[in-house]
């Protein structure tokens, strides 16, 4: 009955024949139980706090995902190049380089990739030069992994 309904609703590719549901098992595999193909979406996180770096760290791995962990703007550019990324974190209180910078590095390098700011201060200059050069989304500290969760889900799809 589940996958009646699903295919019913149009959330798994089918035909109706007579009767009778048939589903494309070679687009399911490809797009809804999306096959592995051996590569991970990478996520880059950038943030110098080590008990931070840990806990995004274990959050990642358990999402499936491959983390890319670094603690200076100088180590996220250098990954940011070697990583087909699928998401960027990035903390604005940086020791090596302001955050600001930062973003639009990494945003000049890969335009396509979505970045998420993570602040324990969101009234900061550095932030609203960010934000004045468009919309992003931003994260107060202490960071709420739930709700990263959702946004890792939401903004780190590959396109398909």
């Known amino acids: 009955p589940t996958v009646y309904y699903l295919v019913q609703r ?6 109706q024949i007579g009767g009778r549901w048939r589903v494309k098992r070679d687009l399911l595999d490809r797009d809804v139980l999306k096959k592995d193909d051996g590569r991970r979406q990478s996520v880059l996180v950038v943030d110098d706090d080590p008990a931070l770096q840990v806990l995004f760290r274990e959050f990642l791995r358990r999402g ?4 890319v962990v670094v603690g200076t703007a100088r180590e996220a550019v250098a990954a940011c190049q070697a990583n ?12 090596d380089s302001p ?4 973003y639009f590095q990494l945003q000049a390098l890969k335009p396509d ?7 324990g201060y969101p009234d900061s200059e550095m932030l609203n030069r ?3 050069s468009g919309p992003v989304t931003v994260l107060r500290k202490p960071v709420d992994f ?3 969760g959702g946004l890792v889900r939401r903004l780190g799809r590959r396109p398909g």
């Open 130 to 132: 960010i934000l004045a």
């Open 146 to 148: 739930e709700h990263l």
């Open 113 to 119: 990739v979505p970045i998420v700011i993570v602040t």
């Open 64 to 67: 499936g995902l491959h983390d």
């Open 99 to 102: 955050g600001d910078e930062l």
């Open 10 to 15: 149009g959330q798994l590719p089918a035909v």
């Open 84 to 95: 087909d990324l699928s998401l960027a974190i990035v903390d604005l209180n940086l020791p």
